[in-house]
């Protein structure tokens, strides 16, 4: 096979490598817009209390807080932009009276959030760009190895 030919196995990696970039820098693009948009809906109608941090994980930080009518509200995805808090904290939220449960912490916004995308595009970015040399590398000594058998 000439070098200018790639196998059918290769090709098949390189795009397998670029539908999960892509997919990837979709799902990124996605997070980006509905951090923004959270920020519009809690902007438009903002109210603020104090809440309660009642569990932290490393996918969300659960709270509570009373709304303006009185409700003890629960946001099932959590708090935005949660930063630093632990189980027990009591901090100022802002969140949307048409949607309680869209919350941030106050002063919090999806700026807050974008470094998080920005590394995770990027590395992202380093990996698809590597991922085309590894390949050639390992084709490569696969290539030496059956030379030397054959």
């Known amino acids: 096979m000439s070098p200018a030919r790639t196998s059918p196995a290769r090709r098949w990696l390189q795009r397998g490598v670029l539908t999960v970039t892509g997919a990837i820098a979709i799902m990124l693009l996605a997070l980006l817009a509905a951090m923004y948009l959270n920020d519009r809906t809690i902007d438009a109608d903002r109210?603020?209390?104090?809440?309660?941090?009642?569990?932290?994980?490393?996918?969300?930080?659960?709270i509570e807080f009373v709304d303006q009518n009185g409700l003890t509200v629960r946001p099932s995805g959590g708090v935005l932009y949660p930063g630093l808090l632990h189980v027990g904290q009591q901090f100022v939220v802002e969140y949307s009276a048409a949607h309680p449960e869209v919350v941030r912490v106050a002063g919090r916004t999806a700026a807050?959030?974008?470094?998080?995308?920005?590394?995770?595009?990027?590395?992202?970015?380093?990996?698809?760009?590597?991922?085309?040399?590894?390949?050639?590398r390992s084709a490569d000594r696969v290539g030496r190895r059956v030379r030397a058998v054959g």
């Open 47 to 62: 109210v603020r209390t104090t809440a309660t941090v009642l569990a932290v994980s490393p996918l969300r930080t659960g």
């Open 112 to 136: 807050n959030g974008l470094l998080m995308v920005l590394f995770a595009a990027a590395g992202t970015a380093l990996v698809a760009a590597a991922a085309p040399m590894l390949l050639r």
